[in-house]
């Protein structure tokens, strides 16, 4: 809109002529070459008008629909412990959970995630203000606690080192150490798989009781960002110290992304709508303590 204005202003010496030419009746005899100089700007005018609202260049980007199939293992489990899907629709992202059967709806316009208990056929709702003071409360009581990985996680701070010929991002610390196998995707893409990340980080830190905060995911989230890409596999190991030893523990997650849509999607998303509206809606505090 901005370059619109500008291009508007720049070019309001020559509307300006337009308008005289058009209303002076001697306009042809005082400049015989009058008449052409204003079909010309006029052309241009119009050339310049089609750009930039038929080709969108004013216009904000529209959403990408994509989908992103994950799996999670910990430790060296060869079995997912977690398997979801999250299908990105009309700037509306749908996360669908297999087990626990749930899904959880991130609606960006509306600055809201609505979860759905599809066993129980109940839904909350938490607003995103509501729950970035509830992870701010998380980092001030964690910055003031005595445990070295809860401060750490409060306020992390890395080593980054990326290779480009082998795609691989990490992100080092004596105690959390992040390493991800990168794929570069379209921007649109990019900034909406960012977004839904650094807010589905922030609310399963709430959701999961006992949950560490999730403000090192979200300096993984920001560096793929930087590089232009996002994760199709990603490798979490926490240090903790026991006895005097250091006990590492390892999350791998992978990530399939898809840019086009199944109708399987399609049927799932009707459903999640319909599920907004049908279940009984219940306090988050209700619907957290009965997980």
Wanted: aromatic share 10%; proline share 4%; hydrophobic share 40%.
């Amino acid at each position: 809109m901005f370059a619109a204005r500008k291009l508007l202003k720049n070019l309001h010496p020559a509307i300006s002529i337009i308008r005289m030419a058009n209303f002076t009746n001697f306009r042809l005899y005082l400049f015989p070459g009058l008449g052409y100089l204003c079909g010309m700007y006029s052309l241009f005018f119009r050339i310049c008008f089609f750009l930039f609202t038929a080709t969108g260049i004013c216009a904000v980007t529209s959403a990408a629909d994509f989908r992103v199939e994950n799996r999670v293992y910990s430790g060296g489990n060869k079995q997912p412990t977690s398997l979801s899907c999250s299908v990105f629709h009309q700037a509306t992202v749908y996360d669908f959970l297999q087990n626990p059967a749930e899904t959880t709806v991130f609606d960006k316009t509306a600055g809201r995630f609505v979860i759905l208990d599809d066993t129980r056929r109940v839904r909350t709702e938490l607003s995103t203000k509501d729950l970035e003071g509830f992870t701010q409360k998380m980092k001030d009581r964690a910055v003031k606690g005595q445990d070295p990985l809860m401060q750490f996680l409060a306020e992390p701070v890395f080593e980054e080192r990326y290779d480009p010929a082998r795609r691989e991002l990490i992100l080092s610390s004596d105690l959390v150490n992040y390493k991800a196998i990168v794929t570069s995707a379209d921007n649109s893409v990019v900034s909406q798989y960012r977004e839904f990340s650094d807010w589905y980080a922030r609310l399963n830190a709430i959701l999961i009781p006992g949950s560490r905060p999730p403000f090192a995911r979200l300096k993984l989230n920001e560096a793929l960002a930087r590089h232009e890409a996002v994760a199709r596999e990603v490798t979490l190991t926490i240090t903790t110290v026991k006895d005097g030893k250091n006990q590492p523990a390892t999350v791998r997650s992978e990530h399939l992304l898809s840019l086009a849509l199944t109708p399987a999607d399609m049927e799932r998303i009707e459903r999640a709508r319909k599920s907004m509206t049908g279940y009984k809606l219940v306090s988050f505090d209700q619907y957290r303590q009965a997980k």
